[in-house]
């Protein structure tokens, strides 16, 4: 009897671990779909040496893996039919102006920056790869209408606000003169739109995929976009 309980327990005790295998399996199959690279492109400049100690290879690898799964979270493309079909992603530190800009399926951050960059660069270049990949990801409407260039924009900083990048010297709800003047200040309208209206931003990429309409907006929430502009203002005395 003893000998028949042990093996029913060794047995359910299989069946867990061999449970859980299949869904980490599952995950990193999901995960790795995608290939993703890394290169230091200038390591023995100040800005690719400050890279090396502070923020790494390894770590930026890290990043894009976890960047892209909380974009597909975010946008709740939970199969490869919702995503945009990308089989790699390269990011590469060079020297150059600017911060960082992403080209089809290739990011490249500015070494410069990360040299001058006075805060943590740590935390700093991390919420820069969020925004980054959300350009990799997201859709912008072309090659039928493609979407203003301030919302894309807006979408990218919206996806590193919610994953908690935003940096201090961002505008502050209600701020900004227009609803596409993108970056921080669309970024706060859409989390705006999104709390008028749960998943909000991703049934907007849905749409976006197929070409933009301002359309969209009253679609989704019931008025137009200038209507919820002003709405947005009056909320903050703005």
């Excluded at 490869?80 to 020297?95: G, H």
């Excluded at 959300?134 to 590193?160: C, F, K, M, S």
């Excluded at 739109?193 to 197929?210: H, P, Q």
Aim: negative net charge; aromatic residues 12%; contains cysteine.
């Amino acid at each position: 009897m003893n000998r028949a309980v042990h093996e029913q327990a060794r047995l359910g005790s299989l069946r867990a671990r061999l449970g859980s295998f299949m869904i980490l399996a599952a995950t990193m199959q999901e995960t790795h779909a995608v290939e993703f690279s890394v290169t230091n492109n200038v390591p023995t400049t100040p800005g690719g040496i400050r890279f090396a100690n502070e923020i790494g290879l390894d770590y930026t690898k890290q990043t894009l893996i976890s960047a892209t799964n909380f974009i597909w979270s975010t946008f709740q493309e939970n199969t490869d039919a919702d995503r945009k079909n990308v089989a790699q992603v390269s990011l590469f530190i060079d020297t150059m102006d600017g911060v960082a800009y992403t080209s089809n399926n290739e990011i490249h951050v500015s070494a410069n920056y990360i040299q001058s960059y006075s805060g943590d660069v740590k935390t700093e270049i991390t919420g820069v790869v969020y925004h980054e990949m959300t350009h990799v990801w997201q859709w912008d409407g072309r090659p039928q209408t493609a979407a203003p260039g301030g919302l894309i924009e807006g979408v990218a900083d919206y996806v590193r606000l919610k994953a908690g990048y935003a940096p201090s010297h961002w505008v502050q709800p209600g701020q900004g003169d227009r609803w596409d003047q993108g970056y921080d200040v669309t970024a706060r309208f859409l989390d705006y739109c999104d709390s008028l209206k749960n998943g909000f931003v991703a049934e907007l990429n849905k749409k976006i995929r197929n070409g933009y309409s301002a359309d969209y907006f009253v679609q989704l929430l019931g008025k137009t976009v200038d209507q919820l502009w002003s709405d947005y203002k009056a909320k903050y005395n703005n």
